[in-house]
């Protein structure tokens, strides 16, 4: 008998609620169930096929062996111009309430989140279950790998503004030969922007597969899993364009595909 994948949404206590909104959305249409999955309400591995690592607050530097720095909160703002919020407000109004959720919600550390997340993601490995990293999900990726966080990004954007938008403003380059290439089926993408820290050394089995032309990491996947991707926007928040829709698509797809072997294991 046919089933719809169960695709677990990782997300925050409070705070969220439009990041699991628009993802939920996003699995469904894709043709996953969603199951959401916060540290007051977690889920076990075996109640998921594949995982998503939702966006939300930093990740704790002591995760990867750093003290925490000062937050670069005037770098977060620089570049955007008053007509351009404007015009993303116009253009987008039901994300008014995102921007404003993200922009309150996401300050400072969750360690119980890290705690959990980083759980569920290792224990998805373990299994090669398929995963997609959201931003901060990304970054957590990377960690949980043995990977490290840059946690400040202003030498990156000293010669070019950075750009902090939830519309597709920021180009970047994909590599041709990837796993988000042939997800997306193109090279370049235009995406938003609405991170403060980045990929600094990477973790084991893990590539870059995007860049801006910055230089700052934009994806990541992994060469040794079948579908393990973290990107560092919010597909999410871009439900108007087929390409990102796209990386939702690939997911289910690969649980879909992965669901019976998992099955066949439990089940010996």
């Known amino acids: 008998m046919n089933r719809k994948p169960r695709i677990g949404i990782t997300g925050p206590d409070k705070g969220g609620t439009a990041a699991w909104i628009f993802t939920a959305l996003a699995v469904r249409r894709a043709g996953g169930k969603p199951v959401r999955i916060r540290p007051a309400k977690p889920k076990p591995i075996d109640d998921i096929d594949a995982l998503i690592v939702g966006g939300g607050a930093d990740v704790a530097p002591e995760l990867y062996g750093e003290e925490r720095s000062l937050k670069l909160s005037e770098l977060e703002d620089r570049g955007v111009s008053g007509w351009r919020r404007l015009l993303g407000l116009v253009l ?8 404003r959720l993200l922009m309150t919600k996401t300050t400072g550390l969750n360690e119980a989140r890290d705690t ?5 993601i290792g224990q998805a490995t ?14 957590l990726l990377n960690v949980a790998g043995g990977g490290s966080l840059h946690q400040d990004l202003a030498t990156f ?7 902090r938008s939830v519309l597709p403003r920021k180009k970047v380059d994909i590599e041709a030969d990837s796993l988000l290439a042939r997800t997306l089926d193109n090279t370049r993408a235009r995406v938003n922007a609405l991170h403060s820290q980045a990929i600094a050394r990477l973790g084991h089995s893990f590539t870059v597969c995007a860049r801006e032309s910055s230089g700052v990491v934009q994806a990541i996947e992994r060469t040794d899993h079948p579908f393990v991707l973290g990107v560092q926007w919010h597909p999410e928040y871009l439900p108007q364009r087929t390409d990102q829709q796209a990386l939702f698509q690939g997911l289910v797809n ?6 019976p072997r998992q099955s066949s294991k439990a089940e010996k």
């Open 254 to 259: 690969a649980a879909r595909d992965t669901t």
């Open 116 to 120: 959990l997340e980083k759980a569920l």
């Open 126 to 139: 373990e299994r090669a279950m398929p995963m997609l990293g959201i931003c901060r999900g990304m970054q």
């Open 92 to 99: 987008f109004p039901l994300l008014l309430v995102v921007r």
């Open 157 to 163: 954007y000293e010669e070019t503004p950075a750009i």
